[in-house]
């Protein structure tokens, strides 16, 4: 029968009206605790004034969570106008996010702020590797000039020596003015080979102390232990990791060949031809500026390829920025779907609860609505109805009267109801459908 089954389920809501307090306490007390230890890893200040702060606001917040939806619980159920329910809704939806602002983000911190603040040291490691890999790439850059540098540099040597030995560039050996140009220019180049080996040692030297620091870096983020700590020594290498940064790109040999290749042809001082008769001298002035062209020619490709090293992306400065476990638990929050979810359903699975005693409590009275007048009046109401009629007749005299007057009443809303089949439709019209 519909009767009974409506019973049941009024029996079902009161069976689970204890249990129903006692899931909204729990979550409530959850939430709260979960808060508490992500408002500590956000507060500064001495430890006992953060300990009452954290208790003072993840007391508020279990109180608040718990009021909210005991209000829900107990109000929303019964409100059967269309209205009604639309403001209750936006109520909740409302409650609902102010609850994820003061509470579900901190539940987030204290289920996965450690982890995400791991990741955030570990994305730093990867940004400041690359950066060491591109400081090191551009200061080595220089690096492959030094096989046309060496060239140069044994073109000119082997030139002064078959210049010294058989005379191959003006036909009369010795060393005379066309052999010290090129020994110059020879030495010259044997400066920048120089130089630029020099330059190697202190780039390799750099970049082993950026590799050490790195492989710190890698240590902390993965140790075991709390991450407080490991942060701050973390703090501590990255300082260290910039400074090496910094002095590699300040060791780039490319500036001092830029300026080595504008001296060869800027400042091409040939030697005056020492000849002893003229046709010597002649042919000296010949070979020399032949070697100037050559001079020049070369600075032109050495000042090309060191415009082309200078004009490499240099390595931004990049600076760290220690985050919390609140704040890398938001930076991150999408690589921490699950802790969110999790943090999310302690304080919104009330609402579901809310929504099943709204739908038993549809249930419950569209089956009431089904049954006869009979079956859905009491006894008591019975009784009540009684002497409420006899009342009536006992003041009216008349039958007559006493059904003007209980149809008179019949339009107001009242809880009576009347034993005159004439007005007995009328006795439910005001209730909610």
């Known amino acids: 029968m519909a009767l009974g089954a409506s019973q049941r389920l009024n029996d079902g809501v009161a069976a689970v009206e204890t249990m129903t307090r006692f899931a909204l ?3 409530a007390l959850a939430s709260g605790v979960y808060t508490y230890l992500g408002v500590r890893s956000i507060l500064d200040g001495s430890p006992t004034a953060v300990f009452f702060a954290a208790i003072i606001y993840s007391a508020s917040v279990s109180v608040g969570i718990y009021a909210f939806w005991s209000y829900m619980a107990r109000f929303y159920p019964h409100v059967t106008t269309h209205a009604g329910r639309v403001a209750m809704l936006g109520v909740m939806a409302l409650g609902a996010a102010m609850i994820i602002a003061m509470s579900s983000w901190l539940n987030a911190a204290a289920l996965a702020g450690s982890a995400a603040l791991e990741q955030h040291l570990a994305e730093t490691v990867e940004d400041y590797t690359a950066d ?27 030139l002064a020596a078959s210049e010294r030995q058989s005379g191959a560039l003006t036909g009369t050996t010795g060393s005379g003015s066309v052999v010290q140009l090129l020994s110059q220019m020879s030495a010259q180049m044997k400066d ?33 232990g709390a991450v ?58 010949q070979v020399m ?14 000042s090309d390829a060191a415009d082309e090293i200078l004009g490499r992306t240099s390595v931004a400065e990049r600076r760290f920025v220690p985050l919390s476990s609140a704040e890398a638990v938001l930076r ?10 999790g943090a999310i ?9 809310v929504f099943i005693l709204a739908t038993v409590h549809g249930a419950i009275r569209r089956q009431e609505e089904k ?25 009216g005299g008349q039958n007559g009267e006493a059904g003007d007057l209980v149809e008179m009443e019949g339009d107001e809303p009242n809880n009576i109801t009347s034993l005159d089949p004439r007005v007995r439709v009328k006795d439910r019209s005001h209730e909610d459908r």
């Open 228 to 285: 407080t700590p490991r942060a701050d020594q973390f703090s501590s290498e990255v300082v260290a990791l910039t400074g090496v940064i910094t002095s590699l790109g300040q060791t780039s040999i490319a500036p001092s060949i830029r300026r080595a290749a504008d001296d060869l042809s800027l400042g091409f001082i040939a030697p005056v031809a020492d000849g002893g008769d003229a046709d010597l001298v002649t042919r000296q002035d």
């Open 192 to 224: 920048l080979e120089n130089g630029i080996n020099a330059s190697r040692e202190q780039v390799a030297m750099l970049f082993n102390q950026g590799q050490k620091r790195l492989e710190t870096m890698r240590t902390l983020v993965s140790a075991p």
């Open 289 to 302: 500026e032949t070697v100037r062209a050559s001079v020049a020619a070369q600075s032109k490709v050495l």
């Open 371 to 395: 049954l006869p007048f009979a079956e859905r009046i009491t006894a008591a109401e019975l009784l009540q109805a009684l002497e409420v009629q006899r009342a009536v007749m006992a003041n």
């Open 345 to 353: 359903s302690i304080d919104l699975l009330p609402g579901v609860l």
């Open 132 to 158: 060491l890999d591109q400081a090191h790439q551009n200061a080595l850059a220089a690096q492959s000039l030094l096989p046309d540098i060496q060239r140069a540099s044994e073109r000119f040597a082997q």
């Open 25 to 27: 306490a729990v979550l």
């Open 332 to 341: 991150y929050a999408a690589d921490f779907i699950p802790a969110w979810a």
